[in-house]
């Protein structure tokens, strides 16, 4: 077991990231470190990090699909460098994509049905506690939490979806049904080593009591408690 006593963590940052600041904000609350942002031209990640966090927004302002050009920056080759060798990736929102083009996440994230950007805040169930995400959260535990997207109707085909069903992978699902059409009411998504999680939901806009809630901040708390302990 390493001796650590707090989390070291990456931000990348890419053209039309807009949310990198609101999760660096909330890994340095959480964490007590100063995260390090890293730009989308950089080829290497900082050595000896635990976390890479890739944020929300509208990255080469979501050209082609969302993600498309991101997932092709020079960085996310060392971020799923990072993420095969045992690495903890959290991708949020724009983050979510980013990380289903480069293959570390199964699906795929399509335009909202409605085809309505949707901005709100949304109540989603913890669907399981075995993550390094979610750890603090008891199974069916409830959270309120923002979205903000206009491509976030994750689909898979049958096959994908009964192994994520059987391996317990579904970490997040919308209560009440998904506002963007997501198959199977999926909110986030984890790897088969449950060391990457992909969500639409922002927690990291859900953890001072200043933003109207702070029902994401234990997602961040159980990737801390992990961190350290790992």
């Not at 989308?40 to 000896?48: E, I, Q, R, V, W």
Request: negative net charge; contains cysteine; charged residues 20%.
């Amino acid at each position: 077991m390493r001796l650590k006593t707090a989390p070291t963590a990456a931000v990348v940052v890419f053209p039309g990231s807009n949310c990198d600041r609101d999760m660096a904000v909330a890994l340095r609350e959480v964490f007590g470190t100063e995260p390090t942002m890293v730009w989308h031209k950089d080829s290497a990640l900082p050595a000896g990090l635990d976390l890479v966090a890739v944020p929300g927004g509208f990255s080469f302002g979501d050209y082609l699909r969302s993600g498309a050009i991101a997932a092709r920056s020079p960085i996310m080759g060392a971020v799923t460098a990072f993420a095969e060798g045992g690495g903890h990736v959290l991708g949020i929102c724009n983050g979510f994509q980013v990380l289903t083009e480069v293959g570390l996440l199964p699906g795929a994230l399509m335009r909202n049905a409605g085809l309505k950007f949707l901005c709100k805040t949304v109540t989603l169930r913890v669907e399981t506690a075995d993550s390094p995400f979610t750890s603090a959260y008891g199974v069916g535990a409830e959270l309120d939490v923002p979205i903000a997207h206009h491509d976030g109707c994750w689909r898979a085909d049958e096959p994908t979806l009964a192994a994520l069903r059987a391996e317990d992978r579904i970490a997040l699902r919308y209560v009440g049904g998904a506002p963007n059409g997501a198959l199977d009411d999926a909110a986030g998504v984890l790897s088969a080593n449950r060391r990457v999680l992909g969500m639409m939901p922002h927690p990291e806009r859900a953890v001072d009591p200043a933003h109207g809630g702070t029902d994401g901040r234990k997602l961040f708390e159980s990737l801390a408690a992990s961190l350290v302990s790992a």
